[in-house]
């Protein structure tokens, strides 16, 4: 936790003195790895949200857990799809949707599209 917190404190003044641009390699492998934005949980199901940065880049991630099984649900490049696919899920678990259903669906689609030639 305090590694994360001097490296924080450390990438705020690089900011402020304007050498942000010229993050070498060394840095950009730093910053590399994910961190939990949010989490909730609809019934038994929890749903996570997670930042993650690789080589300089920034994306979002979506884990459905459902009795301790981890199924990814999705990444975006930005921060709001990631928040709309959270939102989707929210409403889709509260309609009485299941991870099951969705799980089926998805492998559905995934051979439907493997048979058009889309995968």
Do not use: C
Not at 41 to 67: A, D, K, P, T, W
Not at 92 to 108: C, D, H, P
Request: charged fraction near 10%.
């Amino acid at each position: 936790m305090i590694h994360m917190l001097i490296g924080a404190a450390a990438r705020g003044l690089a900011v402020g003195a304007g050498v942000s641009a010229g993050a070498t390699i060394a840095q950009k492998h730093l910053d590399n790895g994910s961190q939990p934005l949010w989490q909730g949980s609809v019934g038994n199901v929890v749903l996570v949200l997670m930042s993650n940065r690789y080589h300089g880049r920034q994306s979002f991630s979506l884990s459905v857990i459902e009795n301790g099984v981890t199924h990814p649900a999705g990444s975006w490049w930005t921060y709001p799809e990631a928040v709309a696919a959270v939102t989707d899920w929210q409403q889709y678990l509260n309609g009485g949707g299941t991870v099951a259903a969705w799980l089926r669906n998805s492998a559905e689609v995934a051979a439907l599209e493997a048979q058009i030639g889309r995968a």
